[in-house]
């Protein structure tokens, strides 16, 4: 069973930035494509970026430019650096961690508050 542990949440003013990490059990993380999604309030969850085990990037337009997806595989984790934040990014962040093997996992959230 692999666990995810996101952290790195808190409150930032319009503008500044935040790094999210979230870190992985097991041993299946340098086999896996990684990925942030967020939800805010009544709203439906949506993905924000990936990467895959090749080290390769997507991000949604929303975020294009300001997010950065990386991932330590020593240390089975994965990073969202955000900067330039902006009150619409509000919302609950989750990691998602998907086996290339079979089998897909998400972690707990850590709440991101862009408010002056």
């Known amino acids: 069973q692999v666990q995810l542990v996101e952290s790195g949440g808190g409150l930032v003013q319009p503008g500044g930035s935040l790094r999210l990490s979230c870190a992985a059990s097991g041993s299946i993380f340098s086999h896996s494509v990684l990925a942030w999604h967020r939800q805010a309030p009544g709203k439906q969850r949506e993905w924000v970026a990936l990467i895959t085990n090749g080290g390769s990037t997507s991000y949604a337009d929303s975020v294009k430019g300001r997010f950065t997806i990386s991932r330590d595989n020593a240390k089975n984790t994965v990073y969202l650096q955000m900067n330039s934040l902006k009150p619409e990014d509000t919302a609950v962040y989750y990691c998602?961690?998907?086996?290339?093997?079979?089998?897909?996992?998400w972690g707990q959230g850590t709440q991101v508050t862009v408010s002056s």
């Open positions: 998602k961690l998907v086996y290339v093997g079979g089998g897909e996992y």
